[in-house]
Every structure is written in structure tokens, then in C-alpha cells.
T-cell receptor
Framework: GNSVTQMEGPVTLSEEAFLTINCTYT??????LFWYVQYPGEGLQLLLK?????DKGSNKGFEATYRKETTSFHLEKGSVQVSDSAVYFC???????????FGTGTLLAVQP | DTAVSQTPKYLVTQMGNDKSIKCEQN?????MYWYKQDSKKFLKIMFS???????INETVPNRFSPKSPDKAHLNLHINSLELGDSAVYFC?????????????FGSGTRLTVV
């Protein structure tokens, strides 16, 4: 079946460090891929998305590239800020269904 | 104006009670969802409605009953609450049932059963 695997957290970084959060997926067909962010006490917000192979999603300095050959959609940011501290979820939507399947989430803690 | 709004934000209740959570979206979306987030942040879909029609019904105890009076509203009623129902419940909506552009989430309802 369809599934998403994310790296275990928490990830603790100093301000201005480089961020990578790994995400790999298993899916039939050609899924759409998403990153969502959840700030403390809030709902999930769409951060970026990619709908086909080699697409790059980007927003607020975050980027992720849809890699079909490695079934990956790793999230990166060149210089993190304290305000980026949140839980990040990778998700996929398979073409066969309308439901989003989420990874387990990765907590990012950025220290000043 | 909040795009997807849920009420209440917090709900503390005793075991055995019946409670409802309400959700409304003003985005004009056709499809709405309920997700449950457990204490480890794991998100699991419970139900989905498209234009008032139930289209996803995951393995959820039948104490949980969704109701969609119109496509802008999706409520969740829970009978005979149990300790294990304690979680954060998120409502979400998507433009259509293909969810091509992902979902818009509400801010969640934290349910605590004591």
C-alpha cells in the first residue's frame, strides 16, 4: 500500500544552519507530494507541493524536489530561523484515492 | 475570516459522555475530512465527504458518526467516549475529491476524556 517514511526527530539546529529532513515514499502510480508544517498549538499548513517527477516545490526559503528514481521528497532550507521551529509532515496523495497519507512528522527545534 | 473553522477548540469531558465537534469551511470546497492526531503526532484519516456524500470511512469505531448537512459543514459526533478517544481532531477541506492541491486544515479540537 501507499506509505510515507520520514526521518525520526527531533532535529535540533542552531540558527542559520542548513536543514534537511528526509522523506521517502511508496506509492502506486504517480502520487502528488506535499510538505505541511504544524506550529505549536496550531493546525497543519501547506508549506509546498510537487505534482510530478522533477518538480521542485518552494516556499518561505524551503525547497523539495520530487525524485521518482529514489522515491524521495527531502525538505531543505539553507538557513533556518528560530521561527521555523515546528513539526514538519511529508504527505502523498496517490492518484487512486483522494486521501492524503502522512508521515509521522519530524520535530525541528532551532536554537538561537 | 477563517477558511476552515472548528468548534470547540478544547473539549474536556468524562468517559461515557456523548459530544460533538463542528466544522465549517468558507472556501467553496466540495470535499471535507476528519483526521485524528494522537499524542505522538501521528495523523490518521477517519472520514471524508464529497458534496454531502460519504466517500471515505476508515476503520473507526461506530461510536463515531460524521454528519454533513451541506457541503460547507462536516460535524463529528462521538458516543460513549472512552479514554483512548483523547486526541486532537482536525477538520480539513479540499477543492474536489481528487485533492490535487492538498488540503486546508482547521486549527484542531483537543479532546480530553477523563
Amino acid at each position: 500500500g501507499n506509505s510515507v517514511t520520514q526521518m525520526e526527530g527531533p532535529v535540533t539546529l542552531s540558527e542559520e544552519a542548513f536543514l534537511t529532513i528526509n522523506c521517502t515514499y511508496t506509492a502506486t502510480g504517480y502520487p502528488s507530494l506535499f510538505w505541511y508544517v504544524q506550529y505549536p498549538g496550531e493546525g497543519l499548513q501547506l508549506l509546498l507541493k510537487a505534482t510530478k517527477a522533477d518538480d521542485k516545490g518552494s516556499n518561505k526559503g524551503f525547497e523539495a524536489t520530487y525524485r521518482k528514481e529514489t522515491t524521495s521528497f527531502h525538505l531543505e532550507k539553507g538557513s533556518v530561523q528560530v521561527s521555523d521551529s515546528a513539526v514538519y509532515f511529508c504527505a502523498l496523495r496517490s492518484g487512486a484515492t483522494n486521501k492524503l497519507i502522512f508521515g509521522t512528522g519530524t520535530l525541528l527545534a532551532v536554537q538561537p | 475570516d477563517t477558511a476552515v473553522s472548528q468548534t470547540p477548540k478544547y473539549l474536556v469531558t468524562q468517559m461515557g459522555n456523548d459530544k460533538s465537534i463542528k466544522c465549517e469551511q468558507n472556501l467553496g470546497h466540495d470535499t471535507m475530512y476528519w483526521y485524528k492526531q494522537d499524542s505522538k503526532k501521528f495523523l490518521k484519516i477517519m472520514f471524508s465527504y464529497n458534496n454531502k456524500e460519504l466517500i471515505i470511512n476508515e476503520t473507526v469505531p461506530n461510536r463515531f458518526s460524521p454528519k454533513s448537512p451541506d457541503k460547507a459543514h462536516l460535524n463529528l459526533h462521538i458516543n460513549s467516549l472512552e479514554l483512548g478517544d483523547s486526541a486532537v481532531y482536525f477538520c480539513a477541506s479540499s477543492q474536489d475529491d481528487r485533492a490535487t492541491y492538498g488540503y486546508t486544515f482547521g486549527s484542531g479540537t483537543r479532546l480530553t476524556v477523563v
